[in-house]
């Protein structure tokens, strides 16, 4: 089966907005599952959509919308690993969960790197704003699986995008954050900003 959810998806969601667009909407969110968002302009009485990602141990569940005058949610502020403001933006994240299988005792996502026919392994999460849904969706997986080569190349395309990598740390259950133009919520995980 080949599922096109790393390039599919987006380019839905993108094909969507630009219908909100010709019927002159100023304000949206288009949501496509839990992976990828389309924000137009900003929501009323704020100055950007606020997404949460939350940390890996928390919930795979993510993103979601939250205020960020408010960050009263089903979620505590310390189950945040950051808060992504959008403004005529996409962000779509992929990870190594949500569709997955345990084998000899570790998760592995359902993403495949295609040299190896074996599922992505080493990145935990991968997320990307930029301004072309179609290009976050399918570059966010490219992260996942590539890490820091893909960052390279995206960067060249895209040299304004935000992003975001969860590596596995030094034992099974830690991890190291990775960012460039995003804030991490608390500065007690082990991370570094490009």
């Avoid at 096109?4 to 288009?30: H, N, P």
């Avoid at 392994?121 to 997986?141: F, K, M, P, R, Y």
């Avoid at 590539?146 to 099974?172: C, K, M, T, Y």
Wanted: glycine share 8%.
């Amino acid at each position: 089966m080949l599922d096109l959810g790393a390039v599919g998806k987006g380019y839905a969601l993108e094909v969507a907005s630009e219908i909100l667009l010709d019927f002159e909407i100023k304000s949206g969110i288009i949501h496509g599952g839990t992976s990828t968002i389309s924000a137009i302009g900003t929501p009323p009485e704020d100055d950007a959509w606020h997404i949460a990602l939350i940390k890996p141990e928390s919930d795979p569940a993510f993103p979601y919308y939250v205020e960020e005058k408010s960050t009263q949610t089903e979620y505590q502020s310390q189950d945040l690993l950051t808060v992504v403001p959008l403004v005529d933006q996409s962000l779509s994240v992929s990870a190594i969960w949500g569709k997955s299988f345990q084998s000899n005792n570790r998760t592995l996502g359902h993403v495949i790197d295609g040299r190896t026919g074996q599922p992505a392994q080493g990145h935990w999460i991968a997320g990307l704003v930029c301004g072309n849904t179609t290009d976050s969706d399918a570059l966010s997986t490219a992260m996942l699986v590539d890490g820091f080569e893909a960052i390279d190349a995206i960067q060249s395309i895209h040299p304004q995008a935000r992003w975001l990598l969860v590596n596995q740390g030094q034992s099974e259950s830690d991890y190291d954050v990775h960012l460039k133009g995003l804030t991490l919520k608390s500065d007690e995980l082990p991370h570094s900003k490009a």
